[in-house]
């Protein structure tokens, strides 16, 4: 059974804030993706460049777009 109506919680804008890239400034680039001595020494320990390119990117992203995560505790119990 197919639905041809779906349900809209979150408004275009919304969804485009939520799951779009983020626009940085020049002024954003420099805070997000700036290392503090101990992301540093993380990154200088990774040997392959673009894998350390990866992860200051990733690393950048997830600071500008913060995960929250909240588990419930006991749901996986058996």
Known sequence: MAF???VQ???EGEQDELY???TFTSADQRFFFSLNDKE???AKSVRHRAQRY???VLLGY???KPV????VSGS???
């Open 40 to 42: 540093l020494a993380v």
């Open 54 to 56: 990866m992860f200051v």
């Open 68 to 71: 929250v995560l909240n588990p």
């Open 4 to 6: 041809e109506e779906r």
């Open 62 to 64: 997830f600071k500008a």
């Open 76 to 78: 996986l119990s058996t």
């Open 20 to 22: 779009g890239p983020p």
């Open 9 to 11: 919680i979150l408004s």
